[in-house]
């Protein structure tokens, strides 16, 4: 099965300034829009994704005009000739500001092999529940679009390092695509050409053998990689494509530019790769949420729930992800009853204490999801809630920097 293929990557040519063409993924800093504001001055009136991209702390502004923008800037730089096509898996070095390197590939997944439903039996899983609200205005950002510049971080679950790490290993062979440093304390990024691209490709779509992943999980069933970063982006990309392939012949399907998706392969046992709980804020709950919380909640492991200067220890199953599940579905649950009640996500103990003060709320702290679980839930529960772990600081997530047609254009 050909989950994956060999990407025909965009990348912009001449003497476009890579560190002024790179920026961080749209998601980001959404509530500081000195960040974005400052980007822009960087940027200046060079060539930019920044141009190409609508951050989401803009949402409430008027997307119509800027969306329309957006598809002319696109045009605009294809009618300049700026992109060469790359047909190559590449491999990716990133350097983080704390000095550890992350590594992965970029490729293209079929559309085809993914789906973000609760549970389901798709090859390619996401990792969080896709809120259906947040997809329209992405879907209106890309239908038009005939570029895509993606900023989806995929999993693989790779103990021994077989895909990736090896293949870093061998990186004096190949030839360097890109070797700049990203703006905005983004670090520094390097790529590589991979040699022989369609041996790699054949050896990730042997993921999909039924027989290892029976040996790998225990069960039955379909799992090759989950979405780690960009599980709405996902989502949209696929959207499109189902609104574009009604009105194919089965042919015209098999290789239209719009069912494949950009994305980074990176392995969830990368030693970069931390991944840090999102606490819950609750504003308007008491002491009778407290109680509840105490009384319904079971397992073998413990928590900390606080209000009112008082902490609570609190019984959660062991595996961080049944936990980080059974506490979300409480949250919701109580609710549903109790309306007045407003739910942040907060990343940090120090700003869930100081919030809790603030606010006279009720915080709790979450459980850290554990890489070796993962999978595992996934393939056992599907997704995980809304907000379950970050990967990451900010300034760490994937910059957009690569393209790839999902339209023909001459």
């Not at 691209?197 to 039924?210: E, F, I, P």
């Not at 949420?289 to 959660?316: D, H, L, P, R």
């Not at 709320?361 to 393939?379: E, R």
């Amino acid at each position: 099965m050909n989950l994956v293929r060999v990407p025909k990557v965009l990348l912009p040519i001449g003497e476009i300034d890579y560190n002024k063409w790179a920026c961080i993924a749209c998601d980001q800093f959404s509530s500081e829009p000195e960040y974005w504001a400052e980007l822009a001055d960087k940027v200046g009136d060079s060539p930019s994704v920044l141009n190409l991209i609508l951050p989401e702390v803009y949402l409430n502004n008027d997307t119509n005009s800027a969306i329309k923008k957006i598809n002319n800037t696109m045009q605009k730089y294809i009618d300049s000739k700026i992109f060469k096509e790359l047909q190559s898996v590449i491999l990716v070095e990133r350097t983080l500001n704390n000095g550890k390197v992350r590594f992965g590939l970029i490729v293209e997944i079929d559309l085809e092999s993914y789906e973000y439903s609760d549970k389901n039996n798709a090859y390619i899983k996401a990792t969080e529940k896709t809120v259906t609200s947040r997809l329209p205005a992405r879907i209106e950002i890309r239908k038009n679009a005939p570029i895509e510049f993606p900023h989806i971080m995929m999993l693989i679950d790779d103990k021994n390092g077989e895909f990736i790490q090896k293949l870093y290993e061998q990186r004096d062979k190949f030839e360097i695509v890109y070797d700049f440093d990203l703006n905005m304390n983004g670090g520094h990024l390097k790529g590589f050409k991979v040699a022989d691209s369609d041996k790699l490709v054949q050896k990730l779509n042997g993921l999909t053998d039924n027989s290892l992943i029976k040996q790998k999980y225990n069960q039955d069933g379909n799992i090759a990689f989950i979405v780690g970063d960009g599980n709405h982006s996902l989502a949209t990309a696929k959207e499109c494509w189902n609104l574009i392939k009604h009105n194919l012949t089965e042919e015209e399907r098999i290789n239209h530019p719009a069912r494949y998706s950009l994305v980074e392969l990176v392995n969830i046992y990368d030693d970069s790769l931390e991944f840090e709980p999102i606490h819950r804020l609750l504003i308007g709950a008491d002491n009778d949420f407290i109680k509840s919380f105490c009384e319904e909640m079971s397992g073998s492991s413990q928590i900390k729930a606080i209000f009112n200067g008082e902490t609570y220890s609190v019984n959660v199953p062991s595996n961080p992800s049944d936990a980080i599940k059974d506490i979300q579905d409480f949250i919701d649950s109580y609710k549903t009853k109790h309306q007045n009640i407003v739910e942040d996500y907060i990343h940090g103990d120090n700003s869930l204490i100081e919030l809790t003060k603030r606010h006279n709320a009720v915080g709790i702290f979450m459980p850290t999801i554990s890489k070796d679980g993962l999978f595992d839930y996934c393939f056992r529960r599907g997704a995980l809630p809304r907000k379950s772990f970050s990967m990451g600081n900010a300034e760490d997530k994937r910059y957009y920097l690569e393209g790839k047609k999902i339209k023909a254009w001459s």
